[in-house]
């Protein structure tokens, strides 16, 4: 019997930690390819270093020509269209058929999805390009209203866009503006997490930092010529917005029977989507958790990609047991100064689920290195030629 297809379509956390699972598991039962449009990936908080000038995009890419797995081949192609009917993939670089498909592509920012916020400028740090385009508009902010406007849930890394709050109060201070800067975050939940304790920790560190929390009211449009967020018919003014996009699934999930409902709806057991022998890992995936779902992050995306490799290997008569999806991990925020918190995440390894809260202090900005280092280092040769 010939090998097994699978077929990986995107690059990121859950691609890459399931490519490189089953090929370390059993590379001579299985073809693995993994698809990506872009020649390289990056951890998501290295958008935030990038962001605040600590370190260049390049410093923080890792090219997918210098995988680890040498026996995944990778193809780098926009995938145009996935027929799971037919269990072929197409892309610009040509049609890819599977036994098994795992489709990790993430969740597209949609700036144009808020009325104005394109005609605003549409500054944002969620994309490389974005955080490498708004370096130097922070620079130039001497005086005036700041705010960080969240403008859709689900989004990635619900702390992040306090760690941005936190770090431009830090960056601010430190160039002896801050007395003439307001700085405010806009939520449209009622509190920053799920969790009413972790909330509470970072609200309490936005009050230290004088930072003004408006949650509660979602943001219905960017009056980019008024320079107003419009929020349920109340207006904020702003001299500089910073929005954190709405987020949906890619175009060719959403045009796929697989994306008729959104983010694709998978079972907490295995990730499989309604259609058998074809999984959603990370981010382009909704996974219930209780009455909500796992949120956005790389940590879960990486812990989904391990029980979907082990639920393959099972399937295959490779392994005894399934590894079960407990959608558990950290997240680590920066709030300036070298310290950095971690919330610690379990969505589905009790009975309900669990965040707690370490630091913030200065012993976490190591343990936040080590994650960035050790994830590249895991995927990636770092003696790669350039
Ligand atoms: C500022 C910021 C800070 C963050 N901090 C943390 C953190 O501290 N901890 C944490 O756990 N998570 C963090 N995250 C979230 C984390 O980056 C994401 O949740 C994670 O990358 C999701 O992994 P994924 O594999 O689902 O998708 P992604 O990593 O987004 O990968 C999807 C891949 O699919 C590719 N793709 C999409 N469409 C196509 C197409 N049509 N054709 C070909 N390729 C395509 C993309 O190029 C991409 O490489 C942060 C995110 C941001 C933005």
């Given at each position: 019997m010939g090998k097994k297809q699978i077929l990986i379509l995107g690059a990121g956390f859950g691609g890459l930690e399931t490519a490189s699972g089953l090929a370390a598991a059993a590379r001579d039962a299985f073809e693995i390819t993994l698809i990506d449009k872009s020649d390289s990936f990056f951890i998501g908080f290295s958008k935030i270093d990038v962001l605040f000038g600590r370190r260049t995009e390049n410093e923080v890419r890792s090219l997918y020509?210098?995988?680890?797995?040498?026996d995944v081949r990778f193809v780098q192609a926009t995938i145009t269209a996935i027929d799971t009917g037919a269990k072929m993939v197409t892309t610009n670089a040509g049609a890819f058929v599977y036994d098994y498909l795992v489709v990790a592509l993430g969740a597209d920012l949609a700036p144009?999805?808020?009325?104005g916020f394109v005609e605003s400028g549409?500054?944002?740090?969620?994309s490389m390009g974005g955080a490498v385009r708004l370096r130097p508009v922070i620079e130039q902010v001497t005086h005036g209203t700041v705010v960080i406007g969240?403008?859709?849930?689900?989004?990635?890394?619900?702390?992040a866009p306090y760690e941005v709050a936190y770090q431009l109060h830090a960056y601010f201070a430190q160039r002896g503006v801050r007395d003439r800067i307001t700085l405010k975050v806009v939520c449209p939940?009622?509190?920053?997490?799920?969790n009413p304790a972790v909330s509470a920790a970072l609200e309490r560190l936005l009050a230290e930092r004088g930072i003004e929390l408006v949650a509660g009211t979602p943001v219905s449009a960017i009056d980019a010529a008024g320079k107003a967020v419009v929020l349920d018919g109340r207006r904020l003014p702003y001299d500089l917005f910073i929005g954190v996009p709405v987020h949906v699934p890619p175009e060719v999930v959403r045009a796929s029977p697989l994306g008729a409902k959104g983010f694709v709806p998978v079972s907490?057991?295995?990730?499989?989507?309604?259609?058998?022998?074809v999984y959603a890992v990370g981010d382009v995936s909704k996974v219930p958790a209780g009455d909500m779902a796992v949120p956005k992050a790389g940590a879960f995306a990486e812990d989904a990609a391990r029980t979907v490799v082990s639920d393959i290997l099972v399937r295959e008569g490779l392994a005894a047991e399934r590894v079960a999806f407990k959608a558990r991990g950290a997240c680590f925020f920066e709030i300036g100064g070298g310290e950095v918190a971690r919330i610690n995440a379990d969505?589905?390894?009790?009975p309900a689920p669990v965040m707690t809260l370490d630091g913030?202090?200065?012993?976490w900005q190591a343990d936040r290195d080590a994650f960035e280092t050790s994830h590249r280092e895991r995927w990636f040769d770092p003696d790669g030629a350039p």
């Open positions: 020509r210098h995988l680890r797995a040498d144009s999805a808020t009325p549409a500054h944002e740090f969620y969240i403008l859709g849930a689900p989004y990635k890394c619900p702390p939940s009622p509190r920053p997490v799920p907490p057991a295995n990730l499989e989507t309604a259609i058998p022998g969505f589905l390894g009790g913030p202090s200065r012993q």
